[in-house]
């Protein structure tokens, strides 16, 4: 029992009491700069929770291979590997997505959220530990993901599910004027404020 | 020493199992990626050649050109698959060209331009105004085609690319003969010619002596003097050096190099008599107004083209006073949208005629109501008043 609850915690961890945005606040550059519509953040979390599991199983597998000196071009290289396959998987399996999000995925490599994880946690731990704590990190940096682009999107476009008109759910109808700040980037910044304090608020309530 | 063999066989170590990983992956998704591409192309070849039969592809230095048929095997036109330099990297796109060498429609493939700002080339609207021109057209910014404010490198680059490559396609494929300037046939003495450069005509002096051009000046160009120095005096230095206008032009600036070219041929064609066709002055728009007063009462629906798409209005007139102007239909970006709505039927109302300002955050738009507007009142007063009264 004792070590599953290991696991459990580990998983947990990342999601809530350690969230990567809303506690440690890292890898902001994609959290500001995908965050215009939900199916951006939601592709966006997903890519980079594929690239964290990635990366923690290769590194902990090869934990005790790496020398300590060169552990940070190996790290790099390993998380390079598993980003440029998840944009080649996205170029094949989601083209549409693969545009919107541009720039954005080449530039998980240097997401400080991975290689933080890596190295502070996946370089000195079992290989399932290490797993768990990835999981639990790359659904924490989509829930937070998901959460923004939700309010950027029904705030600053008026829908949800967009942009794609097929499944865009127009929320507030035709006579509702979108409030232009939150699909910009700066209104990312208020956004991410005001989620922080409700964020804040909510684990201070229930002692989190 | 062991310790560094160590390390750098472990970086390698990793390399290789970074590379192994990736070049499964790219087995896997090369084709389905090459495919989607190959699929999108069909389909894009489908939208401006309707109907079409096979193709022929032929390799030239300037890029790829499918000469498409039809079932009878008559030309129906020509794609383009060709690059333009723009402000960062390679602008890939197609140009597909009717058998008369006009431009059916542009495509861009692919580009690195920088978002916001360099993508607008991927707007209708730029697209667009290529439509209908031919190699016979200037295809100059400023001239028949705009360039975008902001984006004045991309979307140069893309009209100087069209401008050769219809050119390219009218010379190769479809049996277009170029004027060649024999220069050896000029007679001695100095020609004045001049050309579009990147910011703005480039006027040269040219000097031919004994069948041999002697001297280029520059007299009055409005280039960015940092761009310039790449392309003069050069440019001049090889013509003079190869006798021959058919110099590289690919320096740091191609565009004022390309000015200046053509500033020698105009200069040249003018001295051994072949017509130059000199820069009209744009036609002013002749300003439509609709007599309001004899426009019925009634509500009138009219659409006009706006930046993205087509806007639809509905016009109510009671009095011969425009009472209500409301927009039904439109596809513009709701953020540029909002500069213009509800301020021009505002202005509109208010003024009572059609001379207003549509310079506003959103000009495309603002003209797309206003022509809507008089596009649902010109329609009521053709249709013997009658109009769609409901």
């Known amino acids: 029992m004792e070590q599953k609850n290991i696991y459990i915690q580990d998983l947990t961890r990342g999601i809530l009491k350690e969230n990567p945005v809303f506690v440690a606040l890292l890898g902001m550059c994609p959290v500001l700069g995908v965050t215009g519509f939900l199916f951006y953040g939601f592709g966006m979390g997903v890519a980079t929770t594929l690239v964290m599991i990635g990366g923690a199983l290769l590194v902990s597998t090869l934990r005790n291979y790496i020398p300590q000196q060169i552990r940070i071009p190996c790290f790099i290289v390993i998380i390079a590997t598993f980003v440029t396959l998840v944009d080649m998987s996205l170029l094949a399996y989601q083209p549409a997505l693969h545009e919107a999000l541009g720039v954005f995925v080449p530039l998980i490599v240097c997401n400080c959220l991975i290689l933080g994880r890596l190295e502070a946690f996946s370089s000195k731990r079992p290989v399932l530990r290490s797993v768990s704590d990835g999981v639990g990190a790359g659904l924490g940096f989509t829930l937070a993901l998901v959460l923004l682009a939700l309010v950027r999107e029904v705030f600053g476009q008026g829908t949800i599910l967009g942009p794609d008109p097929e499944s865009a759910i127009v929320l507030f109808g035709a006579n509702y004027e979108p409030i232009g700040v939150f699909a910009q980037p700066a209104g990312a910044f208020i956004a991410l404020g005001l989620l922080l304090a409700g964020v804040n608020l909510f684990m201070k309530r229930f002692n989190i | ?390």
């Not at chain 2, 030309?75 to 006009?102: K, R």
């Not at chain 2, 861009?108 to 209908?132: L, M, N, W, Y």
């Not at chain 2, 280029?216 to 013509?239: C, D, K, R």
């Open chain 2, 1 to 390: 020493m062991r310790d560094i063999i160590k390390l750098s066989l472990t970086l390698a170590l990793v390399g290789i199992i970074s590379a192994s990983l990736l070049t499964a992956a790219h087995n896997v998704t090369d084709p389905i990626i090459q495919e989607r591409r190959e699929a999108d192309y069909r389909a894009a070849l489908e939208d401006f050649f309707p109907g079409f039969d096979h193709f022929e592809t032929e390799e030239l230095d300037e890029g790829q050109f499918d000469l498409i048929y039809d079932e009878d095997g008559d030309l129906m036109g020509i794609m383009a698959t060709v690059a333009a330099l723009g402000y960062d990297g390679d602008i890939d796109y197609n140009l597909a060209l009717d058998s008369e060498g006009e431009i059916i429609g542009v495509r861009i493939i692919a580009h690195t331009e920088t978002p916001g700002i360099g993508d607008v080339i991927e707007r209708d609207s730029f697209k667009e105004q290529f439509v209908g021109k031919s190699y016979e057209d200037p295809i100059t910014a400023g001239e028949d085609v705009d360039i975008i404010s902001g984006a004045t490198v991309s979307a140069a680059a893309m009209i100087n690319s069209i401008r050769q490559t219809t050119q390219v396609v009218a010379e190769n494929f479809l049996g277009v003969e170029v004027v060649e300037i024999d220069i050896a046939e000029v007679p001695d003495g100095t020609y004045e010619g001049s050309a579009q450069g990147f910011a703005g005509p480039i006027v040269v002096e040219v000097e031919v002596s004994d069948g041999e051009i002697v001297s280029i000046e520059v007299l009055e160009q409005e280039e960015t003097a940092t761009y310039f120095v790449e392309s003069y005096p050069l440019i001049p230095e090889q013509i003079i050096e190869e006798q021959s206008l058919d110099v590289d032009t690919q320096t740091g600036a191609t565009i004022s190099a390309e000015g200046i070219v053509n500033a020698v041929e105009n200069a040249l064609m003018e001295a051994v008599g072949i017509e130059v066709e000199t820069e009209e002055e744009p036609v002013e728009e002749e300003p439509v107004d609709v007599d309001l007063g004899e426009v019925p009462d009634g509500t009138y629906e009219g659409s006009a083209e706006g930046f993205m798409g087509p806007i639809v209005v509905e016009v109510e007139v009671a009095g011969g006073e425009i009472v209500s102007i409301e927009i039904l239909d439109h596809e513009e970006t709701p953020e540029y949208f909002r500069e213009a709505n509800p301020l021009i039927p505002e202005r509109i109302m208010e003024e009572q005629h059609f001379d207003i300002d549509t310079q506003t955050g959103a000009t495309a738009s603002a003209e797309g109501i206003l022509n809507a507007v008089l596009d649902a009142l010109s329609g009521a007063l053709n249709n013997g008043g009658g109009g769609e009264e409901n």
